[in-house]
């Protein structure tokens, strides 16, 4: 139901779901080491909703008839500096899975592949939001200074009202 080259998108992209699954979970073990639990657990859960979405293609792909091949992830960074530096870092990773997603729209558009443009619309949605969030994490952090127990408690109160 799907082009070859289609599913070798799609199957790279299952891929760079998984890595920056792995990679919001190095930074959830970072926020650990430096005492910040709430950071952590938030982190953790951005872990769960990434690997969530490789599920989700590699359903897809499954769904479609086509062949799942996994690949090797990349190892993680856990070299982080500051609480600003693993926000950049996650941000710079949320903007680069939206341009992959695009890309995949803009090949399946050019396709005429009209069951994965449909599948790929909830992740266009999806990164628009995840952008934003992380977007306005950063603001935050760069808001709070030093002061990183104040974006600790304002992110509690958050979770908690959800
Ligand atoms: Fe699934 Fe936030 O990329």
């Known amino acids: 139901m799907i082009s070859q080259a289609m ?3 799609l199957n790279g992209q299952i891929n760079l779901e998984f890595s920056a699954a792995y990679q919001y979970l190095s930074m959830a073990c970072s ?3 430096m005492g910040l639990k709430i950071l952590s657990k938030l982190f953790q859960q951005q872990y ?3 690997r969530e979405h490789a599920l989700k ?7 479609v008839g086509g062949a799942v091949k996994l690949e090797a992830v990349p190892k993680p960074r856990g070299d982080f ?10 941000l710079k990773s949320e903007l680069n ?5 695009g890309e995949l729209m803009e090949a399946a558009i050019a396709e005429k592949d009209h069951a994965t443009q449909s599948f ?3 992740f266009v ?3 628009v939001e995840e952008v934003a969030s992380m977007t306005d994490l950063l603001n935050l952090v760069k808001l709070a200074g030093d002061n990183v127990l104040q974006v600790e408690s304002r992110i509690r109160h958050e979770m908690m009202s959800v």
């Open 81 to 90: 500096k500051s609480v600003q530096d693993i926000v950049e870092a996650a």
């Open 125 to 127: 949605d999806e990164q």
């Open 57 to 63: 293609i590699l359903g897809y792909v499954q769904e």
């Open 7 to 9: 599913c070798d998108k």
């Open 120 to 122: 790929l619309k909830w």
């Open 97 to 101: 899975v939206t341009q992959s997603i």
């Open 48 to 50: 769960a909703e990434e």
């Open 31 to 33: 926020f650990d080491s």
